[in-house]
């Protein structure tokens, strides 16, 4: 370092704060604080900063914030991270305590592939965005992941996988013996064997085929294969499960109480098959209603470290698909032994409440049962029974749950629960799996119902822990004392949230966030944009901007929900949290303990991705669907709203079918158009014509891409 580039004593205590906060920008006056500097050392400092700026150490962005330029420190520039590739091919490396991601450009990545763990070496700074930029420096751990791809033949036994955009920015190599029975054609799964040199194709071994590329059955699976979901069962897994004796043992049902003799109804779609959830319900001689929630009790049928235990650990969840369900368990275990089929002995784990007719919980009792289910109903059934539109022997208890769901809809709503409505659309399918007709599906009160009552059950169950808690907490905490697995939601994001005030403000919408956030000022926003084109795009947009619902031992309370306990106790033939829950209270009541903290930490983790994986999994299925609808009606017009503004075109949605496309700026041809981003619009140079948010116009299908699940459109007429 040259004389003139020395940093002096105050230039040194700068970087050395920037350095603990790498990815802070920090102002200036903040600066003076951590350096305790009188108010008349700014000038001093502003100088110090100035030539920090000039010698490359810092940046100083907008309104005179200060980060540090990590790209000039030589021995802390590199980091382990996770690479997650995007659709384009760059990527981004998940650092653990950064706040901000590094972007890889797709030169940059070497042989690194989506998931693995690297090391990075940070090089600089975006000229615009000033994000961090950086070059994979080595690939530390491969990420084992399954991919996806159609096998060709290139040359005369020369086999490439040419991969799914989704899946991989590459293109791999296939030994013969790799093949796995695949043919040139077919749609496959495969692994990663090796690659060592950029210059070189990666090897691959084949997995699976689906068959040809292009039919519904290798377009479906393979969207399951690229979020890592197995559409089958290992044979020593179905095996394990098809040991279980479906009998129930007398002695058994001796420890349990019985509830055979009572009226306990299920409530499900015509096509379920897993029923997991039963009702109850009576009037106490004081007026209070006395409600059982009976959950299947899988964790009696599926013990910890077996076979069985550690797939459905993998899978989380189940997956359910426009045309099909990928159960967590083997199908003998969701549809049979443990699904509470009416007219059939079931073991369950209920939740029995005692509400007031105000909705207030009074008493409660969380117990193991045996029960027998009176009735299989259908929401649709239950729907005409509750309008007077059929008469039933269980009428009676049906407008009775009708009555306590409808208090404790308002008192959760009073309370701070979000109303979200979004719309939902069905495919009619024909034998081939092809969607012949799209409808929207119906939100009847029947739903509210169920919704209702396990919402109750599991806030109950979370309520219940934090008492035990109470009772014995002394110097103890949640991490040592009654740990448990939460279902927790944070406050959304405030940047986001102003995004969505000031797309609304043209609008003439106004999104109050003074003072902060609140569900109230949420609800009075989607209020304001009910049954209007708006509804849609803001419900939309808003639930984007919330924090992703997530299951952790750290109970921060359920924002979107607004409980303070909250928990996942109702699904366990289909979410695997709802087992731990439940081995949870179990070992509870008990006296002793199952999981610690930490093992609920991982668990939690885990169980997130996996449900975020399938969550992506169900809307891919949707999208392709949707594709697929459209690819038939090419050339056809339709009425859409913009759904989108961007400087590369409008995002329409269409109308009645709730599917979006692109018509790209290109293809607007009667004019020049300028984006402007504050008024979400494209407005004419020439003639002034614009597209706002919101706007109703006819488009038409001019191109589809099953592969990438893409819709192209352009204007009516045009």
Not at 146 to 152: A, D, F, M, N, P
Not at 404 to 409: D, E, G, K, Q, S
Request: charged share 30%.
């Amino acid at each position: 370092m040259s004389k003139k580039d020395r940093l002096s004593s105050l230039e040194k205590r700068i970087i050395e704060i920037l350095k603990s906060y790498p990815d802070a920008s920090i102002p200036i006056p903040l600066l003076m604080d951590a350096l305790s500097l009188p108010k008349k050392g700014e000038e001093k400092i502003k100088k110090a900063v100035n030539r920090l700026k000039q010698l490359g150490h810092v940046f100083v962005t907008k309104g005179n914030l200060v980060r540090l330029n990590e790209a000039t420190e030589d021995d802390d520039n590199v980091y382990t991270g996770t690479l997650d590739v995007t659709s384009h091919g760059d990527g981004y490396v998940v650092v653990e305590g950064r706040d901000q991601d590094i972007k890889i450009s797709q030169r940059f990545m070497g042989t690194a592939l989506n998931g693995d763990t690297v090391k990075v070496k940070l090089t600089g700074y975006h000229k615009k965005s000033n994000k961090p930029m950086g070059k994979i420096e080595d690939v530390e751990e491969r990420a084992d992941s399954l991919l996806v791809g159609t096998l060709k033949e290139v040359a005369k036994n020369t086999f490439l996988i040419e991969t799914d955009p989704q899946s991989s920015r590459v293109d791999f190599f296939v030994d013969p013996k790799d093949m796995n029975d695949a043919k040139p054609g077919d749609k496959v799964t495969f692994r990663l064997i090796q690659w060592e040199d950029v210059r070189g194709y990666p090897q691959a071994k084949i997995q699976k085929s689906f068959g040809p590329a292009g039919s519904n059955e290798a377009n479906v699976l393979s969207i399951l294969a690229e979020k890592q979901f197995e559409s089958s069962f290992q044979p020593e897994v179905e095996k394990f499960a098809e040991e279980i004796p479906e009998k129930i043992p007398e002695d058994e049902i001796k420890r349990r109480r019985d509830m055979r003799k009572e009226v306990v109804l299920t409530i499900d779609p015509a096509d379920a098959k897993d029923f997991d959830d039963g009702l109850s319900i009576e009037i106490l001689d004081n007026g209070n209603y006395y409600l059982g929630v009976h959950i299947a009790d899988v964790s009696h049928y599926m013990p910890r470290s077996t076979v069985l235990d550690d797939e459905a650990i993998e899978r989380g969840t189940s997956v359910y698909l426009v045309d099909r369900v990928i159960p967590m368990l083997p199908e003998y275990l969701s549809n049979g032994v443990c699904s509470l089929r009416p007219h059939e002995d079931k073991l369950a784990y209920s939740c029995f409440m005692e509400i007031a007719p105000n909705g207030k919980l009074i008493d409660y009792s969380i117990e193991e049962t045996v029960i027998h289910s009176k009735q299989r109903f259908v929401y649709e059934e239950v729907q005409k029974i509750l309008d007077g539109n059929a008469e039933h022997p269980f009428k009676t208890e049906l407008k009775t749950l009708e009555k306590l769901a409808n208090i404790l809809l308002d008192k959760r709503f009073k309370q701070g629960s979000i109303k979200f409505e979004t719309p939902e659309p069905k495919f009619v399918l024909d034998d081939d799996g092809k969607p012949v007709d799209v409808i929207v599906k119906e939100r009847i009160f029947a739903h509210r119902l169920i919704e209702e009552c396990m919402l109750m059950a599991n806030k109950t169950v979370a309520l219940h822990t934090d008492s035990l808690r109470k009772k014995v907490r002394g110097e103890k905490t949640a991490k040592s004392d009654h740990p448990f697995l939460y279902r927790v939601h944070g406050e959304p994001d405030l940047e986001k949230l102003n995004n969505i005030k000031e797309t609304a403000k043209p609008l003439g919408i106004h999104f109050d966030l003074k003072g902060g956030i609140s569900s109230k000022k949420i609800n009075d926003l989607l209020k304001q944009v009910e049954d209007t084109s708006l509804e849609n795009i803001i419900n939309g947009l808003m639930l984007r901007s919330m924090a992703k619902a997530e299951y952790s031992p750290k109970n921060i309370g359920h924002f979107g929900l607004g409980f303070k306990h909250y928990a996942h106790f109702t699904s366990p033939i289909r979410r695997y949290p709802d087992v731990i829950v439940h081995r949870l209270l179990k070992r509870y009541n008990a006296g002793s303990s199952e999981y610690t903290y930490d093992q609920l930490v991982e668990l939690g983790e885990h169980c997130s991705e996996k449900e975020r994986y399938a969550v992506e999994a169900e809307r891919d299925s949707v999208k392709l669907k949707q594709v697929e609808f459209l690819s038939d009606r090419l050339g056809e017009d339709f009425v859409g709203t913009i759904s989108g503004v961007t400087d590369n075109g409008l995002y329409v949605q269409i109308n009645d079918i709730y599917c979006e496309g692109m018509v790209r700026v290109s293809d607007l041809k009667d004019d020049f158009y300028v984006f402007h981003p504050k008024l979400h619009c494209l407005v004419g140079r020439s003639k002034g014509k614009k597209f706002r948010l919101g706007d109703t116009i006819n488009v038409k299908v001019v191109k589809t891409d099953l592969e990438k699940r893409q819709i192209d459109l352009t204007l009516s007429g045009n």
